[in-house]
Each structure stands twice: as C-alpha cells, then as structure tokens.
C-alpha cells in the first residue's frame, strides 16, 4: 500500500497543479483583456471629447463653405454678380447748377466792374472783354473740377462694390479654411485613435490566445504526470511482467 500511496499522491498533485495552472493562464489573459478593454475605453472618451471640441468649427466651416458655393454657383447673381453701372460726365448745365459757382460767378463779376468803375472804364470794351474771359475761364475750371468729382463718385462707388464683393469672399472662404483645418484634424484624430484601437483589440487577441495556451500546456503537463504517477502504481506494471518467467514478475 505504501508503494502504491506516492503515485497516487503524486498525480493528484500533477491534478491540482493542471487545474491551478489553467485557472491561472485564464485569470492573467483575461486581466490583460479587461486592461485593454479598459484602455480602449479611455482612448475612445478622449476621441469624442476632442471631437466635440471640434464640433463647433467643422459645422462653421461646414456652412461657410455651403454659402460660399451657393454664391458662386449662379452668373450674374451672388458673389458673380457683375459691376453694371455706367460712368456719365456731367453736362454744361450740370456744372454749371453745382453749388457756389453762380456766387463765385458773380463775386468775381462784380469785382471786375467795380476794379473798373474806379478807373472810369466801367462800359469800355476792355471790361466787358475782361468779364468774359472770367467767365469763361471760371466755366471751364469748374466743369472739369464737377467733372473730376463726378468721375471720382463713380471709382468710389466702384471700389466700394468690389470691397464688399472681396470681403465677404475672403470672411466665408476664412471660415471654410478653419472647418476644412479643424475637419483635418479630426480625421487625424479619428485615425490616431482607430490604429491605438486596433492595437488593443490585437493585444487581446494575444492574450486570449496565449490564456488558451497556456491552460492547455497546462492540462498537458497534468496529464502527463498523471500518467508518468499511475505507471508506478503496481498494476500499472502489468505491461512489464514477463510470462515466459512468472517467477521474475514482482508487485512491489
């Protein structure tokens, strides 16, 4: 009995130890898993809150760039709409209507006649000559000073027109800019974190694998040493009697 006590002993132990090793290969691959699990929870919540910080200037830039290409969809309307406007230069009468230049008229009229009143010419030629070029000079000077005004409003209203044109351009193009930088970053960040993911669920995968691994090799380990601990029981000899000598055969 005593022979056949330490195999026994000894397979139950290689028993308890294929169990206890398996159990253990279990627990250690599904810690890991629940590890990764954990950190791909983490790397998701850090994904959605930069995402949401993104929000606001990918949906801007969204709308920006859905106005600016509505505007510039149609000839002749929104930001393609042409300049139609035509220059036209004043006319005589025009000039002549602008304000103080009929007081200016007569202001330099009257100083004439008077400048002539005291050298006693008042009604010579001389100063119906004299107040005639004045008139006409003064005529001249202020129809081109009308119509370098009137030319001036008209570049004027001109610019002004393509400076709204440009500006409102350049502040939807702007904002489409920034949603097309923030939407960049996005992807960059919907990447980063999809290969970190990927590398997790990998990571489990390996541990999984490897917990099936070892719980095998360690239901294989059991096995065989119940085996080598049942070989040294007495009727595990059996294969090793001899019948041609039956007095050899021994159950030690």
Known sequence: MAAAALPIVSGLGSLFGGILGSNASKKAAQEQIQAD?????????????????????????????????????????GL???????????????????????????????????????????LSGRTLADMNTYAQGLAGTNYQNTFNNALTQYQSAY???????????SRLFGVSGQGLNAANSAAGINMGAGQDIASLQAA???????GTLGSANAWSGAIGGIGSS???????KLSNMNPGNPGANTYD
């Open 37 to 77: 699990q954990k950190g791909i929870g983490t790397i998701q919540g850090s994904e959605t809150s930069a995402l949401g910080q993104l929000s606001p200037y990918t949906s801007a830039g969204s709308k920006a760039t859905g106005t600016l290409s509505d505007m510039l969809s149609t000839p002749g309307q």
């Open 80 to 122: 393609l709409t042409p300049w139609t406007q035509q220059f036209t230069a004043p006319t005589a009468d025009q000039a002549a209507a602008t304000p103080g230049y009929q007081f200016q008229l007569k202001a330099g009229e009257d100083a004439l006649q008077n400048s002539a009143a005291a050298r006693g010419g008042l």
């Open 159 to 169: 610019n002004t027109f393509q400076n709204n044109q440009a500006n409102t351009y």
């Open 204 to 210: 489990q995968g390996r541990a999984a694998a490897g």
């Open 230 to 236: 049942l070989a040294q029981l007495p009727w595990g």
